[in-house]
Structures are given as C-alpha cells and as structure tokens.
C-alpha cells in the first residue's frame, strides 16, 4: 500500500522549492499559447487558477507564458472570467491545458463563474490556488474605503494592518473556494491535485519560514496573536477539505512562487520591496513549473 503524504511531506517540497533558489535549476517543462490553429482540440486537463483579487494570478500567467509581467499592459481588476489555451510541454510530453481563471474579486461575476466552473459533471482536475501572505493589491476602491475605515476607526493604517486585512478576506475567499471545490471533488473519480503558490514570496523572502507555518497545517504558530488565529483559520480549511475528498485522491502542494519584482505599496506610501533578485525570482518560478509540470 502506498504511503499517504503527510503535511511533513508537504512542508519537505515546499524546502526543496526554497532550495532550488540557490540551485538554479534548469527549464523542465514550457507553457506556449495554443497556436491558434489548434485551438478546438479538446483539452487534455481543465485546470482552475484561483486566488483573490490582487494575489498575483494574471501575473503568474504572464510570466509562465513567458509575456513580461510588468510589460505593455497595466495591472488591472479582473472583472470577468478568463480561459487560456496551453500547451504545457514536459520531459513526459506535450499536454493541452484549459486553464480557467475566474475573477478574485467578490463579485456577481465571481460567483456565477464558480459556480459554473465546479457545478454538476464539470470539475478541474486540479486548482492552482493563490495567496500572497497578506501582500495583495488594494484596487483604488478598496483602498479608499479601507483608509477611512480604519481612520474611523482611530486604527493606523501600516503594513501590519494592511496584512491583517488582507489575511482575513483571502481565507473568506478561500473557504468558499473550497466548499465549491470539496463538494465537486468528493463526488468525482479519478486523483484530483491542488498546488497552493504562495506568491510575491520576493516581498517577504526574509520571512519565507514564517510563509510556510502560515500556510501549511503543524508549523510552528506566529508571536503576532492575530496572524496566529489568521493561520489556524486557514489551515483548518485546508484541512477540512482533504479529509472532505480524501488524502487518496487529493494531493496537495505549497510552492513558494515569485515572478515580479515590484515594490508592494498602499497608496502613494511604500510599504515593502523586494528582497531576492531577478535569477532567484526566476528560479522559483521555474521550480513552481516543474512542480505543475508533475501534475499533469
Ligand atoms: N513584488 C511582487 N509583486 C507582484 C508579484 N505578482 C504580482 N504582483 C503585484 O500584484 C499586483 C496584482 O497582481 P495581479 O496578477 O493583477 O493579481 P490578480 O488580481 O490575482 O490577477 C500586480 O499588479 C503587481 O503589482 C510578484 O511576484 N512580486
Ligand atoms: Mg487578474
């Protein structure tokens, strides 16, 4: 019988992806466009790529497509559900993915995609999933109402604070996720995998140990009391939904994920930048890639 992965095991790949920084790995596996030509081909996985609003998913499939993130068009609010045609090239061949990116946001939008991406006979066979450690973007409306809020409030408005928000709507966002994904999934057959990629890692690569413990269930609990309760809430969400499908058929990863280098600002103050260079941000992308690449 096989051994079932442990969160030790868990928490082992996600070292080996912080290593793989000092490695530099080679290109293992590619994600090209579909050549237009070829686009009605059936897919040969559906795969979601999920996240909050602001937590680095169009990022992430510019860069894995090779486009520059920061490149000709500006970052902007997802407003509507995305699909694109891939073709992920591996040492084991060429797979065609659908990847389908519904919008972060609460929304109306939001809601409908979800629910029509995991209703009834339709279900990505894996998820990549996105969480920024509290570094999300703050769209300009958000962060109006956020500023007066907290003023409002007597609260100071630092990156603590900035965090704490954002920690406590990525885990609303991602337990809805889940209700939808675990109720999907506990009624499908075939293995199902979710891969966490713990973005903008270059932000907070100084604490990359305290990224791993806030996201991976048994690590070791944060000094601040309210990231500490932030975590317990993610990682018991975490958890209910492995026991909900299963350890068998879900195999889940965290992966630490970088493909940017911009600095992390709240309004017109700064507020983080970046603390890896350009190779070591490339090298964790390249690893996250092999990661995807072995789920496929
Ligand atoms: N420092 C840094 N910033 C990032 C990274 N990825 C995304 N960002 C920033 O986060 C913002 C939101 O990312 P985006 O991909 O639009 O988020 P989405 O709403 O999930 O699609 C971008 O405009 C960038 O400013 C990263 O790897 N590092
Ligand atoms: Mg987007």
């Not at 591996?90 to 609460?106: E, K, S, W, Y």
């Amino acid at each position: 019988m096989s051994r079932l992965r442990s969160w030790d095991d868990v928490r082992a790949g996600w070292d080996r992806a912080v290593d793989a920084v000092v490695q530099q790995p080679p290109d293992s596996v590619t994600v090209r466009s579909a050549p237009l030509m070829s686009r009605l081909r059936a897919p040969d996985a559906a795969v979601m790529l999920a996240g909050a609003g602001g937590s680095g998913k169009s990022c992430m499939v510019k860069a894995l497509t090779r486009h520059d993130p920061s490149g000709a068009d500006p970052p902007r609010r997802s407003e509507e559900a995305e699909l694109h045609r891939l073709d992920v090239t591996t040492p084991r061949g060429t797979r065609r993915i659908h990847l389908h990116v519904p919008p972060g946001q609460a929304s109306y939008e939001r809601d409908v995609e979800l629910d029509r991406l995991l209703s009834d006979g339709f279900y990505p066979s894996g998820v990549v999933y996105t969480v920024a450690f509290g570094y999300d973007r703050f769209w300009e409306k958000e962060a109006i109402e956020f500023a007066a809020q907290t003023r409002e409030a007597g609260g100071r408005i630092d990156l603590a604070a900035l965090r704490r928000r954002k920690l406590g709507d990525e885990n609303r966002t991602f337990a809805r996720v889940c209700r939808l994904l675990g109720n999907a999934w506990h009624r499908s057959d075939g293995p199902v995998w979710l891969i966490l990629a713990v973005t903008k890692t270059d932000l907070y690569w100084d604490r990359i140990g305290e990224a791993r413990d806030h996201y991976i269930p048994g690590g070791a609990e944060s000094s601040d009391a309210d990231i500490a309760k932030l975590s317990h809430q993610f990682t018991d969400i975490l958890e209910a939904l492995t026991s909900q499908v299963g350890k068998q058929k879900l195999r889940v990863d965290v992966v630490p994920f970088s493909c940017m280098l911009e600095n992390y600002a709240f309004g017109t103050e700064l507020t983080a930048r970046p603390k890896m260079d350009q190779a070591d941000s490339r090298s964790l992308s390249r690893h996250f890639l092999s990661v995807l690449g072995e789920r496929l």
